[in-house]
């Protein structure tokens, strides 16, 4: 045991005794029943609880050995109770197997796989007034991003493009610097493609020194079909290929330039309807913009566009014709309701990319699940917008080995013997109880100062603890607030009934209680359903940017029931 001492005040000094972790009385029970009489737990005994406890069914005698070496006694002949519990609560047990690696099916067309997608890659904060530069895209595609959003427009001089959001006061980068950024970093984190979607505001002349600068900044590694695709290419085949998506060129109206000059409370306004993409047509191009324009034409590999008419002329398919739908959040809002069904069959062949409305100047995010659950593959997000939302799709993605595409669920890519899809709104009958058990935390003492959380006393920690996912299987739970103390025992057992496993997430919050002011973020992780190890398991906590706390874990059992 050791003492911390607080200051209150010029002469008082409050003190209290900081009690070192200890075993959990569940987790003593469970040693007990495997160790011998000694209080050892040999080889074999450990190996019976891997695949007992830990439902580790492909355990071996030497995976239980290599356990022993790292944390037994020094003849490594077994654990004590102390050594038990360490390597429980160690970095070799995460709640996601290592060894899982990329275990999706990699085959499939681009259309069956959520795909990690940023939105206006290249801005450093908001979305009126911070600078853009390649940072933002180095860190997003070094975190597995496999979407780059570029909005190309005219540089002052009109005779090079810059990469920068429009009419707005974000300050530009040049976009032959966000091209070799790209190349240098696209595969860093995933071998698994690159798409590049261009935001495209340019006159012909300049699409073809985009076609250019593309072609030279990426040569082989370019995907360019010759012609427009019937079926969209898996990833597997795709491997380190950059893919380029936008809408066919247009003839170039000069009253878009007029509409470059409006002030900004009309672009944000009409934000939203300068993410979406025209219709493809391209007659009544005059054939000098054609002949400019072509080699731009022939790179875009995945054409955007919504067509004429509405939403329902939007989502119709091609049997001939894969193509990139794009919606603002709140479109989709809207289309849920009344084409929900017709959604989920276009997202069957064709990609549909989400993205933040226009009044997210501070560049918050939505809730990506409302895409998910409807087949949306390119869920676009600010990725430097931190909160829930980030944080769920910071979940999504550690699946499959953090390669950036996760498989979407067989019930969103097949049709049923009348063609009916799945609607998520169903109340199907419960598939799956994830029960979770949350014994305790430790380590805040190690990554933070003793007066972070609480000026006068130690932190008072309580956790937050609940699934996202469709509406039936949503709940959030709360434990109680562990008063005055760096390693709270919480010991608290969850059950979440899941009717659909397939697209749950776990989140689980740490906060630091105070009366008289806003509690105080501790730590969260977001957790892929599907991925979880059972048994008991040391869960890392991240920060709010999503990067991992070095000592902060949780000691968590999961059982399927």
Known sequence: MSKQTYKVGFFFRRRFTMAAAEAPADIKNIFNRYSDECGVMNVEKLHHFLIEVQKEKNASLEDAQIIINNHGDPKHTGLHLDAFFKSLFSDINPPIDPKLGIHHDMTAPLSHYYIYTGHNSY???????????????IQALQRGVRVIELDIWPNSDKDDIDVLHGRTLTAPVALVKCLRSIKEHAFSASEYPVVITLEDHLTPDLQEKVAEMITQTFGDMLFAPSECLKELPSPESLKKRVLISTKPPKEYLLSKEVKEKDDLKKDAEQHNVDEGEDDEDDEGDSKSEKSATSKYK???????????????????????????????????ERAVDTRGKEIIRFTQQNLLRIYPKGIRVDSSNYDPLVGWMHGAQMVAFNMQGYGRSLWL???????????????????????????EVFNPTTNFPVKTTLKVTLYMGDGWDKDFDQTHFDTYSPPDFYAKVGVAGVPADEVKNKTKTMDDNWIPSWDEQFEFPLTVPELALLRIKVLDYNLSDKDEF????????????????????????????????????????
């Open 123 to 137: 801005l450093t904060g908001n979305q009126l007034s911070s600078d853009c530069s390649v940072v933002p895209i």
């Open 298 to 332: 022939r790179l875009i590999a995945i054409h955007a566009g919504k067509g004429k008419g509405g939403l329902s002329d939007w989502l119709r398919v091609d049997p001939n014709k894969v193509r990139r739908l794009s919606l603002s959040e709140q479109e989709l």
């Open 393 to 419: 799709m910071h979940g999504m993605f550690r699946a499959n080995g953090g390669c950036g595409y996760v498989k979407k669920p067989d019930l969103l890519l097949r049709a049923g013997s009348n063609n």
């Open 522 to 561: 501790a730590g969260q992780t977001c957790l892929h359903v599907a991925e979880l190890r059972q048994g008991i398991r040391a869960v890392p906590l991240y920060d709010r940017k999503g990067e991992k706390y070095s000592s902060v874990k949780l000691l968590t059992r999961f059982e399927f029931i």
